[in-house]
């Protein structure tokens, strides 16, 4: 079929499930690329629209999209997002039970479900393996697909897996998507996925309308509320802490600021209160943890402040672009004093905690969770993270940096708190179920405003709701729990009961501590990559000379880059009367006899040539005001 006739049906899907006349930049080319069964790494950034980039081809192709996802908030709101299109969807992840998993992988092997978003933990699974076989996939996805990468800084070897999937797909297109990715990391996810040849379709990740800033300032209260003075509009200030959440939003709202803060440990309720609250602009500032901001698409964010410096430039470029996404002028700002850059170069030994401090984190985890030696694989648990610290007296930092390891090693993983609600899927045919009602009328009440709620219960697990049937019924919610329980214990249906809490997932059987294993050489390139992004990202914090844009673009490999004009470098550059060309000769003129000596002013007009002294004098008095030149006490001058 022609590439004209494919685009007009691909109009057609956009404005039938999606509403849209046309396609976001790149996203026809990468759907095309797809729909011509060419395996495609995208490059999009935050914001970009990358689920529509395989959900379009995935609606045009018979069969199922695999989507593989390490994020279960993000799942989550994507497959609630799709079934609000009436397109089927779900998705398996650790927290659901075992009988759960069973009954929706069957029902993706008769052909219920268009999508399936799957954990990338549970690919490994025999559950899953068993049925693979079975199904009728027409196109694997991978988002987040830098996380397959060792280079990557945020790597999870249940990724390494996927290639292994794809020898069972017969030749299938894969689609890998990422907004955060460096050369070496692209050309490791493509050879990680075993790409039939490298394609690679880039969108810049340019944002024109993005200033970014980074401000040295040991009042961070006080700035803060002149940024907020300054920039009218919703905001999220970024902290490293759930302390500092509440610390924050408490001296914004003593200030007459409408604040909020957001983090992992706090209620479903709470969280998803909090987060409405800011979407619709009721509460103007959401402190937060970077537990906030993924599938969230609010697209007015004028201002996004990051208090504490982020570990590196991808995660950093990721919560950054949450700002101004409907292309109005907006601002990114990181405020950093001498202490950040401090705590900043103590990360690394936190980052890697000593390996027999991870054995016997690995020891009490097993015990937390009662599970026996042997045992466990496949298998989620409840697991509250500030009990097991309290329980066993373990630091808190090296604690989450234990349990990283033990993810990268491939022994478990680990999520923060995710609210999963009551869920219900009939396990019984209608007449089944007709006939019990007339054996149980006690119960046909019951079962009937269910059928009436939830009209779907016989397809696909659907979310329950038990204060409402409660009221409908006018009885209490634990009557309607103790009636879900009984038409469980009667094989009528499955019930999974409500959890929001954190889910620790056993990759492999437990083992006796001594005998866990580490590949010591990949920790040592782990390490050597982390320090290294730190380092950009301290230049970053540090480099006064050169354009915020171009800095965080050429890091991502772009070549063709200018000066952005907007961010802070760029308008103290601006009151120059000095060309870019004369600007970069000066400082390189500049900096070549400055570290070589220290030389007075007469002195140093004599090593620089090509430019005015008028010129020179205006570049050499900004370079002093950013502190990258310095004048002695001898009045001599040198380059920092």
Known sequence: MSAEIKSSELHEILKKYWGYDHFRPFQEEVILSVLNQQDTLALMPTGGGKSICFQIPAMYMEGMCLVISPLIALMKD?????????????????????????????????????FLYLSPERLT?????????????????????????????????PYLRIAEVREELNDIPVLALTASATKIVCSDIMQKLQFKQQHVVRRSFERKNLSYSVLFEEDKFGRLLKMLDKVKGTAIVYVRNRRRTKEVAMFLQQNNVSASEYHAGLSHGERSQKQEDWIQNKVRVIVCTNAFGMG????????VVHWDVPDNLESYFQEAGRAGRDEKKSFAVIIYNNADVTELNKREADQFPDLEEVKNIYNAIGNFCKVADGAGQGESFNFDLNVFLKTYQFNAIRTLQSLKLLEQEGYLSFSDSVYLPSRIMMTVDKESLYRYEVMHPEHEALLKAIMRSYGGVFDYFSQVREEELAKVLNTTYIEIIKHMRVFQQNNLLQYEERNE????????????????????????QRKESFHNRLQAMLHY???????????????????????????????????LEVSDIEFENIIEQLKSSLTKNQLEYNQLVLTVHGVTEEKLLHTLRWLI????????????????
């Not at 969230?296 to 201002?303: A, E, H, T, Y």
């Not at 889910?503 to 010591?520: C, D, P």
């Not at 006064?544 to 308008?571: P, Q």
């Open 296 to 303: 969230i698409d609010k697209p007015d964010v004028r201002l």
């Open 501 to 524: 809490n954190p889910q620790l997932f056993f990759l492999k059987e437990r083992m006796r501590s001594e005998q866990l294993q580490f590949n010591t050489e990949l920790l040592n």
């Open 125 to 157: 699974t025999d559950i899953f393996r068993a049925r693979l076989p079975k199904m009728k996939i027409s196109l694997l996805a991978v988002d987040e697909a830098h996380c397959i990468s060792q280079w990557g800084y945020d790597f999870r070897p």
């Open 78 to 114: 994507q497959v609630n997002n799709l079934r609000s299109r009436k397109i089927s969807a779900v998705a398996i992840h650790s927290g659901m039970s075992y009988r759960e998993v069973d009954l929706t992988l069957e029902k993706c092997v008769e052909g219920h479900y268009k």
């Open 625 to 640: 005001d950013q502190n990258m030149i310095t004048e002695t006490e001898s009045h001599q001058l040198q380059w920092n």
């Open 541 to 575: 914090l540090t480099d006064h000379a050169h354009c915020r844009n171009e800095t965080l673009l050429n890091y991502f490999n772009e070549e063709e880059t200018n000066r952005c004009g907007i961010c802070d470098v760029c308008l103290r550059r601006n009151k």
